[in-house]
């Protein structure tokens, strides 16, 4: 059964991640249909010539969920807000089961790693021996996870992040582009790593962090709304 896919976002990653998806689809036959958006822009019909089939986002479900070959790709995360954004993702009450792993066809995931659902992949990220990723993680072209690496739930990693071997990864982390995290070292949750930071220690929850090496700045004050 192909599986027909919508993507809760509009803008940013959610549109990086749709063109990987229509390549895949139009160019490596990936066996996956792309439906279009589900975001709350009031100005926006069209993304990429497909259409935002709802509006808003977290109204879908009721009509979408009743089809078995329909899944959902969530991408509505930022840096600073990542606990309010689950939460949203969260609020539509979507099954888990209807998240959709992507994997990008130039994507090498070992087989023996262990993957949750939501998760996205694209094109040349590397997930060596024993990785474990539990849910909704987005790993962005180029990213290179050590083996033998854990983590938990709704973390972002931009391009070209190399996360080395046996770390420990809480959840929602944002790692920037051209970081690296050494090996075997814990990463609390809720952390902000910044752009071509190198991460040698471990670090506690809500840490933000950047420099070679990385130092702690201060800690992560989230967005309420």
Not at 118 to 124: E, Q, S, T
Not at 175 to 201: F, Q, Y
Request: proline share 3%; glycine share 8%; hydrophobic share 40%.
């Amino acid at each position: 059964m192909k599986e027909k896919i919508i993507i809760i976002g509009g803008k940013g990653t959610a549109v990086v991640i749709a063109e990987q998806l229509i390549h895949a689809i139009d160019k490596c036959n990936y066996d996956a249909e792309f439906l279009g958006f589900a975001f709350n822009d009031p100005n926006l019909d069209v993304i990429l010539g497909r259409p935002i089939l709802y509006k808003p986002y977290d109204e879908m479900k009721e009509k979408y969920l009743k089809y078995n070959d329909v899944k959902f790709i969530f991408q509505l995360y930022r840096p600073d807000a990542i606990r309010e954004r689950c939460g949203w993702r969260d609020k539509i009450n979507i099954p888990l089961e209807k998240y959709f792993n992507f994997i990008h066809p130039f994507a090498y995931v070992a087989g023996s790693a262990t993957i949750g659902y939501g998760n996205v992949f694209l094109a040349n990220t590397v997930v060596n021996s024993n990785v474990v990723v539990g849910d909704f993680n987005t790993f962005n072209s180029g990213t290179l996870l050590g083996h033998d690496t854990k983590m938990g739930n709704s973390n972002f990693f931009a391009a070209q992040v190399c996360i080395g071997s046996g770390l420990n990864i809480g959840d929602m982390n944002f790692v920037g582009l051209n970081s690296s995290l050494k090996n075997e070292i814990t990463i609390g949750n809720e952390c902000i790593v910044g752009m071509a930071s190198n991460v040698v220690k471990d670090l506690s929850n809500n840490a933000i962090v950047y420099g070679n090496p990385a130092k702690e700045k201060e800690k992560l004050n989230h967005i309420v709304r």
